[in-house]
């Protein structure tokens, strides 16, 4: 019953900006830390940022200063906001939550699709 959905990707050239969002529906009771991850071709996946519930923030050191991630708890929805893109930002954007679907059940990580952002001149 849950769903995350990422959208904002695309193409941007090096320097420029682009954002990211991330809904979550579904059943949903609370949602404890939210996070985006990415992927390149013959990489593994990595984090690129994550926020917990209170706001606190943690990021990849190639990221740092450039790249900034927020939520809204009332809409249970993450963002990316990501600036001075680099060619090497190159990959497909994953959507993460570690949420709780009711009060009678365990949290658990759900992702989201995946959506492609290309830094390219």
């Known amino acids: 019953q849950v769903q995350l959905v990422e959208s904002g990707g695309g193409l941007v050239q090096p320097g420029g900006s682009l954002g990211l969002s991330c809904a979550a529906s579904?059943?949903?009771?609370?949602?404890?830390?939210m996070g985006w991850y990415r992927q390149a071709p013959g990489k593994p996946r990595e984090l690129v940022a994550d926020?917990?519930?209170?706001?606190?923030?943690n990021y990849a050191d190639s990221v740092k200063g450039r790249f900034t991630i927020s939520r809204d708890n009332a809409k249970n929805t993450v963002y990316l906001q990501m600036n001075s893109l680099k060619p090497e930002d190159t990959a497909v954007y994953y959507c993460n939550a570690d949420l709780k679907p009711s009060r009678y059940l365990r949290s658990s990580n759900y992702w989201g699709q995946g959506t492609q952002v290309t830094v390219s001149s």
């Open positions: 926020i917990t519930s209170g706001g606190s923030t």
């Open positions: 579904g059943r949903i009771f609370s949602i404890n830390a």
